[in-house]
């Protein structure tokens, strides 16, 4: 799969003010990684007024290290940490704070900064997934190097990797990405990289532009304001664009040359900034040509005063060998000499080497965090780069992907039972679990696993008996099996027939004792009812619209026996490595409480109600319990960090089953339907007449219906409900809230009736 990338130059042509006006930047799109900085740790960088913060929720490997006393004083504070990777030979960050479909602008920074006392500068490879990125030298352990790309990700996480060369002990100092307008430096395909300067504080996107100056030039310059451009889609900020360069002779050219160190040909891609600022008079013009290698670009050039044009290689790339020359000549009509504000140069950098499928990726990586394999260089992708695959793994190519076809984690000290998400790795043909500690029983998705040809459970502690299936194929020979050396282990078919003897036989004594016990059972239950009755009426006294009246103050929460730390949070999902899927709160996240499957929702700082439904949600599912509605297991509530953790509904939501965006290939039949459907509603009757108050869920819809392992169905995403009785009788709640599309008209109508007439003085219903 092919994934547009650029590595980049920013060049700023003319002497700069830099006592040019900051601006505040809008952050709500930037990532900005200290590495090393300690866990839970973030501040606010003086110079540039950029929030940056730790890296430990995005690696598992490395140490955090600082840089000399003397370094420490003379940059800015994102170089005082740094993470190096003395041991594997390829450790990598896994980002998933990206949107697949997204053009970034990625920067990675590093300063040595003798850091390890050797005073010894490394040299090592930095990849981007799969693909090599750039080798990283350094001149001087003081001075910080700066490597760019603009990629857009086929997938909502990437990974940023570093490779040891056995020259030096890999390390980086910070990870920053910025979101770019798609419609900007667009190519067909991957590109370019040069050096970096400096750092401005008003350019939307973070970029980076370097001076550059020429002794032939001299400088225009006019002071400008963001809002004295007139702006296109690049946004090149106005302390870029208040300069521009212009020849001394005006009857001169204005020329560009840079020499190419091979004879190898190179695409690159160029994008020139151009910006009128001064105010022509009647008899003035300035118009011009531009050429690349003396052939020409496009038609002239004819500028307007103070708006923004960006002339750039939309068509493709351009082929050059051993030089590059870019130049601008005046039209014989001009009065004036060509100008130019900024260039950028864009080297292409092919990123075509396929990476692992998503799935295989996610499944694999669960199946090391299930058996805690911290020893092996699990990192990064599973399959590629070849060089760097993970040890144990073998992988194919099939549609554009590589998938899984062997897994070999024999002899590799494994515990516990076999995990389930071996089953996600559909195309895999050999599977050798041998010589481990493995205990309990063959799972039966083995059997089902269409792909297997090979499976090695041998010299292990399994127990029970093997499926009639898996008996069965290796009988037609369609599976190599092995399962010698499992002491409590059957391993042949009458041990099935054995077991069915034994579970008909338990059958007849269960009814027996079924049918004396009944009567007893009755009245217990009889018991029970009235006692529950009770004690649901003393608790509805006692509660006023969701609040115990000695429990809840402000906006603390109930029970703290359930609320969980941050650090909690963040080992329980493995630094949110796993993300089952996304709404109007935040993200939702596959976790672990020791061996139990939890699902933990994320409040994003950018969800507009968040933190009440967060309230509402968490003082609702504390008081209201029933086998239709989700459970709440605990949350977190620590500072900005606000989620739920919920139980694990491995069927995910009915909309995913009938839009068929699941695909766990199960095809839901008319009685599966009918089951949810009754489910569904027995949670809302349970809202409606088993609560006191009654709560209406505001919100019901596929999405919010989730499915279980054997797909009953439960209601979830309590955060816009509401008790009838919550609000006093002096007030009325004019607030739609709901998903449109499953929003009753007549609410809608109605409600907006109800405003209008409030608006005009009526207060009460009754007026309506």
């Known amino acids: 799969m092919m994934a547009n990338s650029l590595y980049s130059l920013f060049l700023l042509l003319g002497i700069l003010s ?31 007024g950029i929030n940056y913060i730790s890296d430990a929720n995005f690696i598992d490997s490395g140490v955090s290290k600082t840089v000399s006393p003397q370094d420490k004083t003379t940059h800015q504070q994102y170089f005082t940490y740094l993470r190096s990777f003395p041991n594997g030979t390829r450790n990598c960050y896994r980002i998933n704070v990206v949107t697949s479909a997204t053009r970034y602008l990625i920067r990675t920074s590093f300063l040595y900064g003798n850091y390890d006392g050797l005073n010894k500068l490394p ?11 750039d080798t990283v ?14 990629h857009t990700p086929s997938l909502d996480y990437i990974h940023i990797c570093m490779v040891n060369k056995g020259t030096g002990t890999p390390f980086i100092s910070v990870i920053e990405m910025r979101i770019l307008n798609n419609a900007t430096y667009t190519t067909k395909k991957p590109s370019t990289s040069l050096a970096l300067f400096r750092r401005y504080k008003d350019d939307p996107y973070d970029r980076i532009w370097e001076p550059y100056w020429d002794n032939k030039w001299t400088q225009l310059s006019s002071r400008l304001g963001n809002d004295d451009l007139i702006q296109n889609d690049f946004k090149p900020p106005a302390v870029v664009m208040e300069t521009a360069a212009t020849p001394r002779n005006v009857t001169a050219s204005l020329d560009f040359n840079w020499e190419i160190d091979d004879e190898t040909e190179h695409q690159y891609y160029f994008y020139l900034h151009f910006a009128e600022l001064q105010k022509l008079g009647a008899n003035q013009t300035r118009s011009f040509n531009t050429t690349i290698n003396d052939v020409t670009w496009n038609a002239a050039l004819q500028l307007k005063y103070h708006k923004v044009h960006t002339r750039n290689t939309l068509t493709g790339p ?11 000549i005046r039209t014989q009509s001009s009065t004036l000499p060509p100008i130019i504000n900024a260039l950028e140069i864009y080297f292409a950098k092919d990123f075509s080497e ?38 144990g793994v073998e992988c194919s190519s099939f549609d554009g992907f590589l998938r899984i076809t062997s897994l070999n984690l024999s002899s590799s000290g494994l515990t516990g039972h076999i995990p389930a998400d071996i089953s996600k790795l559909t195309m895999l043909k050999s599977l050798d679990l041998s010589d481990n500690g493995l205990s309990g029983n063959i799972p039966s998705f083995l059997a089902q696993m269409q792909s297997l040809e090979y499976l090695n459970l041998a010299n292990n502690n399994l127990s029970g008996s093997i499926s009639n299936e898996l008996l069965q194929k ?46 007893i059972l009755l009245l217990l239950v009889i018991v029970e009812a009235v006692i529950i009755f009770r004690l649901k009426k003393q608790y509805a006294s006692t509660t006023i619209f969701g609040k115990r009246r000695n429990s809840m103050k402000g906006s603390q929460l109930e029970s703290k026996q359930r609320q969980y730390s941050f650090n909690e949070v963040v080992k329980m999902t493995n630094n949110f490595d796993k993300i089952l899927g996304r709404g109007g709160f935040g993200k939702v996240y596959h976790g672990f409480i020791e061996d139990i499957q939890v699902a933990v929702k994320m409040l994003s700082l950018s969800s507009v109600q968040g933190y009440q439904q967060f309230v509402a949600e968490v003082k609702l599912l504390m008081r209201v319990y029933h086998r239709n509605l989700t459970s709440l297991i605990g949350y977190c509530n620590e500072k900005t960090n606000i989620g739920l953790i919920y139980e694990y509904m491995a069927n995910g939501n009915l909309d995913e089953h009938l839009s068929g965006k699941n695909d766990k ?36 819809k596929c999405s919010n ?23 006093s009788d002096t007030h009325v709640s004019t607030i739609v809230a709901g998903t449109p599309g499953y929003l009753d008209p007549e609410y809608v109508f109605n409600t907006l009736i109800l405003i209008i007439r409030l608006i005009n003085g009526r207060n009460s219903c009754a007026d309506t």
């Open 665 to 700: 290939e199960k095809s839901l039949n008319w009685e599966d339907r009918l089951r949810i459907a009754l489910d569904a509603a027995q949670g809302l009757e349970y809202l409606h007449n088993g609560c006191k108050p009654p709560i209406i869920h505001r919100d019901v």
């Open 18 to 48: 830099f006592l040019a006006p900051v601006l505040g930047q809008d952050q709500s799109e930037f990532t900005s990684i200290d590495c090393g900085l300690p866990e839970n740790s973030n501040y606010t960088e003086k110079s540039t």
């Open 123 to 133: 040299q090592f490879d930095i990849y981007l997934g799969v693909h090599f990125w």
């Open 354 to 391: 396929l990476e692992t499928q998503k799935n295989d990726v996610d499944a694999v990586t669960n199946i090391k965090r299930a058996y805690r394999m911290d020893s092996r260089n699990w990192e990064g992708d599973p399959c590629a780069p070849i060089a760097y695959k993970w040890q």
């Open 318 to 328: 351009w082929l050059l060998t051993k030089r590059g020359h870019i130049s601008l």
């Open 474 to 519: 290796q009988s037609d020979g369609q599976l190599s099996l092995s399962v010698g050396q499992n002491p409590n282990l059957c391993a042949s078919t009458s041990c099935n027939q054995q077991t069915n003897d034994t579970r008909k036989k338990n059958n007849n004594a269960t009814i027996t004792v079924v049918a004396s016990i009944a009567g």
């Open 705 to 727: 219906i989730l499915l279980n392992e054997k797909f009953h169905a439960k209601l979830a995403d309590f955060g816009l409900s509401k008790c009838f009785a919550a609000d």
């Open 137 to 150: 030298k350094f001149t001087n352990s003081s001075l910080s190097k700066n490597y760019e790309i603009i």
